[in-house]
């Protein structure tokens, strides 16, 4: 396998020779051109290019600056590919490097970015997680192992200009209706750390200066999180831009549905095994608006869950309509008292579930009020009877292990 984009993991993103950028525009040049039906490997730095280490502490979860990332490598031109097409890429691989074998999970600070239960767990922690072939393990959440599904958190094609103007005048309009919300509603254009790529000059600055940030998912792909995107996978990506100009990036070893720790996967460097092809004017022809995936046939082989369910009621009892937000924050909630039981902080039961291969389903969107969403949690990941029983929960993690913390 030719690796098209070789990463030097000891520099910063910056000195990579113009191979990683971290904002979305339509100038960026290509860093390489292969042809439909080409095979080839793409390095990967973590999302944060090397802010977060492997130690005890979460510092630098705490510090970690947000205007950095996501690092993203490439991008890479399709020989042929117009606005219009269809993309195909067919993930061949993925997997760790050989000096990398961790990743690490994040509570971010809810003044610096927060989560999906940062009302609830405000504060940085942070867990390691060690990496034995295909399962891993944490020295700061004991008794958990698991088989994960390594994927990119984030691919996708460059934007056009229209397609750029547009996000930005969108979440523009969002931001306006609260600006000081915190965390806030969205993240405008920064030129704060932007990395453009091989774009220089006054080029350079300009872009950097409407660049869209590389943080939520968007009409292209971009930040999806789809947990199930593992080896074995396809994604049909719209073009909009003359070669299409594939990047990728946010590796995960493992996550679980909702990526709800916001840092909320196992993060690692890694590579990607990537083939290209190309549907010509596949846009028009199957009306697409947004990707589409086609998942993995690989997936860890659990068959025992227990199933939390959670409805439009929020943590005050107020009543929402058919809101899943709502509803899953509740069914993860739900799980986390429940793991409390058997000894985990409300923390490292967080952790598992941002980590752990938990499936998310909305399971009734119909029946007003109420929206029901179910979190399912693979009961075999733990070495001990997770499921309910007449004595009732036994307390099994008595240890000192838990989450870094700040200092």
Excluded at 19 to 47: Q, S, T, Y
Excluded at 295 to 313: H, K, M, N, Q
Aim: proline share 7%; charged share 20%; aromatic share 8%.
């Amino acid at each position: 396998m030719k690796t098209l984009i070789k990463l030097d993991l000891d520099k910063k993103p910056w000195e990579q020779d113009g191979l990683i950028h971290n904002r979305w525009h339509p100038d960026l040049p290509m860093v390489a051109m292969v042809k439909p039906g080409d095979e080839f490997r793409v390095e990967c730095m973590d999302w944060t290019g090397g802010q977060i280490g492997n130690n005890d502490s979460a510092n630098d979860v705490r510090d970690v600056d947000l205007t950095q990332v996501h690092y993203l490598s490439g991008p890479i031109g399709v020989e042929g590919a117009e606005p219009g097409d269809l993309m195909v890429v067919e993930i061949l691989d993925v997997g760790t490097l050989d000096d990398y074998q961790w990743g690490f999970n994040g509570l971010f600070a809810k003044e610096n970015g927060g989560g999906f239960l940062t009302d609830h767990y405000p504060e940085a922690r942070k867990s390691i997680w060690d990496f034995h072939g295909i399962y891993t393990t944490s020295r700061h959440i004991p008794n958990v192992k698991f088989a994960g599904i390594m994927h990119p958190g984030l691919i996708g094609c460059l934007p056009s200009r229209e397609l750029l103007e547009n996000w930005n005048a969108r979440e523009a309009a969002l931001i306006a209706t609260d600006p000081d919300r915190v965390p806030a509603l969205a993240l405008p254009p920064n030129p704060q750390s932007a990395v453009m790529g091989r774009l220089t000059g006054e080029a350079a600055v300009a872009a950097a200066a409407e660049g869209a940030r590389t943080v939520p998912p968007r009409d292209h792909g971009g930040n999806c999180d789809i947990k199930n995107l593992t080896k074995g996978s396809k994604v049909f990506f719209p073009v909009y831009v003359k070669d299409g100009g594939l990047s990728m990036g946010d590796l995960h070893f493992s996550q679980g549905d909702g990526e709800i720790t916001f840092c909320g996967a196992i993060e690692m460097a890694g590579y990607l095994d990537i083939k290209v092809s190309l549907i010509k004017e596949g846009v028009k022809k199957y009306g697409i608006k947004n990707p589409i995936f086609q998942p993995s046939p690989l997936s860890p082989a659990y068959r025992d869950y227990l199933i939390f369910e959670g409805i439009s009621v929020d943590e005050q009892g107020k009543q929402h309509y058919l809101d899943v937000h709502v509803a899953y924050r509740q069914a993860c909630l739900n799980a986390i008292e429940y793991l409390k039981k058997f000894g985990y902080t409300g923390a490292q039961a967080l952790s598992i579930l941002g980590t752990a291969p938990v499936e998310g389903h909305i399971s009734g969107i119909v029946d007003i009020p109420n929206a029901c969403a179910t979190l399912w949690l693979p009961t075999e990941i733990f070495d001990f009877d997770l499921k309910p029983n007449a004595d009732g929960p036994t307390k099994i993690i008595t240890g000192t292990a838990d989450m870094a913390f700040t200092s």
